[in-house]
C-alpha cells in the first residue's frame, strides 16, 4: 500500500479527557472545536497554512481564542492530522486517509497561497501519483468515501469519479488482455502505460473486490462506467452476478439478515426492506441483451423476489428474461414454490406459464419469416429454431409430470400449460402422456369428458411402441383413446407390412444381368420377408384378440343396443361381426402376402 510521509518532529499532540493539548513549553492561545473534542492550538503555524482559520480569526477580535468546525470533513481525526502537518509532526499519508485529508484541506483552504508544498497540493499529487495507478489502493480511497464526504468529493473535487473511472480503465484493459491471451500472472501486478493492475488468467480478478468493499451506489456508478468502456455484455452480467451473490443473504452469501446471529464478525446486517430494495436494483442494472445472464441465476432471483415480494415490476422483467431463453433452463430450477400464503398448489405454476408465454412469444418472433419447416432449416441450417421450442417442450413435459401429482392443481391449469405447446413440435408424446397419466392417477375423481380433454394434448399416433403398449392397458385412460391407441398401433403395424413388401419387389429387380446372384438375392429377401411377416401375423393376431376383448367389455358396459350402434358409428365396427374391420382388413392383406 502507497504511503506518504510527511514532517520530522515528534509526536507533540497529547490526548486529556476530550481535550487535545500541544506540549511544545509555549500555552496555547486558540482553542477549536470539533464536535466533541476540543483543541488547544497556536494561531501562528494555522493561520499560516490555512485560509480559512485566517480569515476565521481575522474576522474576529484580536482577543477572540475560540473557534467551532463541527463541519470539517472527518471529523476530530481528520483534524488532528491537520494540525500535526500545521505542526511539522510526523504523519502518515495512505490510501485509506488521503481522501478524508484532501477533502478537509479543501475545507480548510490550504493552497499554496499559505506556504509551499501545501496540504492541497501533496494530498491532489498523492492521488494522482499513486492511489489512482494502483488498484487496490483506489479500492481503499473509494471505499473511505463516506457519506459525510460525498458532497465535497464528488460535487467538488470530483474525486469519486476519478476514481470509479481508475478502476474501469483497470477492469477494461483485463478483459483486453484475456481477448487476446496475453501472457498474464495472478495474483502479481503488472504495469501498463503506467498503471498498475492485478493479472490473473481469468481476467475476472475485479470481481470479488468491487463486490466486497463497494456499497451498490458506488458500485453501480463502476459497473454502469466499465460497460461504456465496450466490455463484453456477459462480464457485466457475471459481475453482477457476483455482487448478487456475495450481497444477497437469501442467495447464500454470508451476510445476514437483522434479527440473526452475528457469527461471523463484521458481517453487514440487511432487513427486510434493504434486500428487496437491494434485489430491486440488481435486476435493474442486469444487461438488456438476451442470453447472457445464467439462466439458473435469474430462476434464483425470481424465487428470491417472491420471498421478499418485489414489485411486479421487476419479477415481471426476471420472467421476461428467463422466457427468453428458457431453453437453457433445468427441471429443478423452474419448480418454484408458491409463496402466497393463499396459494392453492405447492408450486407457482401462473409464473412458469407466463415464462413459457414469453418463450413462445420470442419463438414465433423468430419464425415469422420463415413459411414451413423445411425453409426454416434452410435458412438456418442444424441450429434451426425448432431445437429450443423442442428442448422447451421435453422441460414443459417433465415439470408437468412434477406438479401433476398435486392434488390442488385444477385441470384447468393443467391442460393451458400444456396446450401452450405447439402439437407439431413434439417428436415424440411419450413426455406428455407420463404427465397426464401421473394427473389421472393423482385425482381419480375426473369425469370421463375431463378425461378425454386432458388426452387431447397428446397425439396417439406420436407414442413409442413401450407407450403404446403401456397405454393399452391402463385402465386409467378413457376408453375412446384406448381405442384409438390399439387403432393407430393396428395402421403402423399394416404400413411397416406394406414397406416390407416394397422393398421386397424392389429387390427382387436389382441384378438382372446375373441371374444366378440376382436368384440367390431373391431367395434370402423371401426368406427373410416369410420371417417378418410370420412375426407381423402373429401380433395382427393378438390385436383380434385384444379388440374382441375389449368389444366383449364394452357390451357389458353399454346398452345392447342404442350404445352399441352409437359405439359403432363412431369407431366404425358392426355389431355383428367378431372382429373389427380394421383388424379384417390388415389380416386379409397379409394372408395375400403371405400365399
Not at 336 to 344: T, W
Request: proline share 3%; net charge negative; charged share 25%.
Amino acid at each position: 500500500m502507497a504511503c506518504l510521509k510527511l514532517g520530522s518532529k515528534s509526536e507533540v499532540f497529547h490526548l486529556s479527557g476530550h481535550s487535545w493539548v500541544c506540549s511544545t513549553g509555549l500555552k496555547p492561545d486558540v482553542m477549536i472545536q470539533v464536535q466533541d473534542q476540543s483543541f488547544h492550538l497556536h494561531k501562528f503555524p494555522l493561520l499560516s497554512r490555512s485560509g480559512y482559520l485566517e480569515t476565521l480569526f481575522s474576522k474576529a477580535s484580536e482577543t477572540a481564542s475560540h473557534a467551532q468546525l463541527h463541519d470539517i470533513p472527518g471529523g476530530p481525526d481528520t483534524f488532528l492530522l491537520v494540525a500535526n502537518f500545521c505542526y511539522g509532526v510526523r504523519i502518515d499519508v495512505t490510501a485509506e486517509n488521503v481522501v478524508r485529508l484532501r477533502c478537509a484541506a479543501e475545507y480548510l483552504q490550504m493552497s499554496e497561497n499559505y506556504g509551499n508544498a501545501n496540504l492541497i497540493y501533496l494530498t491532489e499529487s498523492f492521488l494522482n501519483d499513486d492511489v489512482f495507478t494502483n488498484w487496490e489502493d483506489t479500492i481503499r480511497a473509494l471505499e473511505s468515501c463516506e457519506k459525510k464526504l460525498l458532497p465535497i468529493a464528488e460535487e467538488e473535487l470530483h474525486i469519486v469519479s476519478r476514481c470509479i473511472s481508475s478502476l474501469a480503465i483497470k477492469a477494461s484493459y483485463a478483459e483486453d488482455t484475456s481477448l487476446f491471451n496475453w501472457p498474464v500472472s495472478a495474483p502479481e501486478v503488472t504495469i501498463w502505460n503506467g498503471i498498475q493492475t492485478k493479472s490473473t488468467s481469468g481476467g475476472n480478478w475485479w470481481f470479488n473486490d468491487v463486490s466486497s468493499f463497494l456499497d451498490f451506489p458506488l458500485y453501480k456508478r463502476f459497473i454502469q462506467t466499465v460497460a461504456s468502456r465496450g466490455v463484453k455484455a456477459d462480464v457485466i452480467a457475471a459481475s453482477v452476478t457476483h455482487y448478487a451473490k456475495r450481497n444477497l443473504p437469501l442467495l447464500g452469501c454470508s451476510r445476514h439478515v437483522v434479527g440473526s446471529s452475528p457469527d461471523y464478525g463484521d458481517d453487514i446486517y440487511y432487513s427486510h426492506d434493504d434486500q428487496r430494495s437491494l434485489l430491486e436494483e440488481i435486476v435493474e442494472l442486469l444487461p438488456s441483451e438476451n442470453r447472457v445472464t445464467s439462466t439458473r441465476f435469474l430462476l434464483r432471483l425470481l424465487r428470491t423476489s417472491m420471498v421478499l415480494q418485489a414489485s411486479a415490476v421487476t419479477q415481471e422483467s426476471l420472467e421476461r428474461k428467463i422466457g427468453v431463453q428458457l431453453d437453457e433452463a433445468a427441471l429443478e430450477d423452474l419448480l418454484i414454490p408458491n409463496m402466497g400464503y393463499s396459494a392453492e398448489t405447492l408450486y407457482d405454476i401462473d409464473s412458469v406459464k407466463r415464462i413459457l408465454d414469453h418463450f413462445m412469444l420470442a419463438f414465433d418472433s423468430s419464425s415469422r419469416c420463415c413459411n414451413n419447416v423445411e425453409e426454416k432449416q434452410q435458412l438456418v441450417g442444424d441450429s434451426h429454431p425448432l431445437k429450443p421450442v423442442t428442448k422447451v417442450a421435453s422441460l414443459i413435459d417433465g415439470y408437468l409430470a412434477e406438479v401433476g401429482s398435486d392434488e390442488n392443481l385444477k385441470v384447468s391449469k393443467f391442460q393451458a400449460l400444456g396446450a401452450v405447446i405447439p402439437e407439431d413440435v413434439r417428436l415424440m408424446d411419450d413426455g406428455i402422456y407420463r404427465a397426464i397419466d401421473i394427473y389421472i392417477k393423482a385425482h381419480p375423481w375426473l369425469t370421463e369428458y375431463e378425461r378425454e380433454q386432458l388426452c387431447l394434448l397428446m397425439n396417439c399416433q406420436k407414442l413409442s411402441l413401450e407407450a403404446c403398449t403401456h397405454a393399452a392397458q391402463n385402465e386409467r385412460l378413457p376408453v375412446r383413446v384406448i381405442v384409438q391407441v390399439l387403432f393407430f398401433e393396428q395402421m403402423r403395424l399394416r404400413t411397416s407390412i406394406a414397406e416390407l413388401v416394397l422393398d421386397t419387389d424392389s429387390n427382387n429387380n436389382e441384378d438382372t444381368n446375373s441371374m444366378n446372384q440376382a436368384l440367390e438375392g431373391r431367395n434370402k429377401i423371401k426368406g427373410n420377408a416369410k420371417m417378418g411377416m410370420k412375426e407381423m401375423k402373429e401380433r395382427v393376431y393378438e390385436l383380434e384378440k385384444e379388440c374382441m376383448s375389449m368389444k366383449q367389455d364394452l357390451d357389458k358396459l353399454v346398452k345392447p343396443k342404442e350404445e352399441r350402434n352409437f359405439f359403432s358409428k363412431i369407431f366404425g365396427l358392426k355389431c355383428k361381426t367378431k372382429t373389427s374391420p380394421c383388424v379384417e382388413v390388415v389380416a386379409k392383406e397379409e394372408r395375400k402376402t403371405l400365399y
